[in-house]
């Protein structure tokens, strides 16, 4: 078995290629007495039982590379996402999780070695840990090293958009490492911040320490490492982290958060596009994965999900899927609704080192149905995108699609023209029709209003036949 190409920053837990439904991680002879002497602990158990970190075990069948000593499996979760494509609340509550592991740990004489947010995912609405690696011994004295760095990955993010209203998405996309506490976030917050709850313990002091230990030579650096703080002190930190984090609330504005009560179509419409939608799912293989793209607050996903195991439901406003994703807590749905931050304009690209670390939104799973349900006339009259190359992409991402065709006339496409300039020719329901054919199949169409058309279209296969 080869190394992933995208697992390389922990050389001691290394991720191997596998097509199987298991995360196969391979430990240094370091690693793996350092995962017995947690698991002798009870902790991993723990937090296994608790519903905190995903299962992992110790697997006989696969040989170790060579200089590792063990293979360790968990479960394969079923879409992998990132930071910068979750909501305010996905983001703080993988943050409260990783404090949660943390605090924990430390009660058995364990901690975390790092504190990156790319050791968190979501099981459908759910965070989980599962660098399972990342545990180890903790040796009383010693600081918490990852405390920079769960900074930068989370509480930076979640203050910048809590203080000033400015959403983080665009700044965890633009930089893996997250977003710097002192020298990016310090100088966004003025004298009068500096009351507010944290600033000053953990951004201007935290800023001020940076500029002075820039300098210092290396043997001093490491006398900073080697910083004495006992565990209590350390854990009265994480709990004093965690009410923080616990407070904030996003001050960011929200355009859709709000369109399920103020959308320009009555109940009884919606009620025919529910219909339709699951008409469409029953029609669709049985499969593990759907889109809707566009999901807005989730109703029409939430029907997706009474057939498929997991939907993902994606939309370019944060407030409305930050809305989505409150209220699938403790819900049924909770475990397959997967809400996203995702402007199908412009998705999530491979990132990282050489563009392996992190993959495309396209990447990590095709859908046996996607759903775009009033979206179209966004992106091709709001957003200039011809029509055949949304058309292209619908029949690119899924066999089966779900579109809802929003007409010229409409008021909410005239609302969208009426600032433009450009008459977006070729946009009407003939060259909807003529285009979707070239492409596939139009298997159902209904029509919801004078200016709203429900399609089902079933793209033809990757034959070279396309046009």
Known sequence: MKFLPASFRDPDARVLESDGTRILRALSPRAAAEREAVERSGLLGELVASGLIVDSARVTEVTPPAGFAAVVASRRLAFPTYPYEWSFGMLRDAALLTLDVLARALGRGATLKDATAFNVLFDGARPLFIDVASLVPHEDGTPWLGYGQFCDHF?????????????????LRGSLEGLSIGGQLSPLLGWRD????????HVKLRALLDRRTRDLPTEARRDVRRASLPRAAVLANVRGLRRLIARLVSRAGSVWAGYAEANTYDEGL???????????????????????????????????ARRFTTVVAMDADPGAVDRLYGELRGTPDEQRLLPLVVDVMNPSPAQGWRGTERATLGARGRPELALYLALVHHLCLGRGVPLDGFLDLVCETAPLAVVEFVAREDPMSQRLLATKLEQHAGYDLDTFRRLARARGEIVSEEALSETRSLFLLRSRENDGSRP
């Open 155 to 171: 509480l930076a993010p979640l203050m910048l958009e809590a203080y000033r209203g400015i959403a983080f998405q665009p700044f």
């Open 194 to 201: 500096w009351l507010r709850p944290g600033v000053l313990t």
């Open 270 to 304: 919606a009620a025919k596009k529910e219909a339709f939608v699951a008409a469409a799912a029953a029609r669709a293989s049985v499969g593990a994965l759907a889109w809707d793209v566009g999901a807005n607050t989730g109703r029409y996903a939430r029907v997706l």
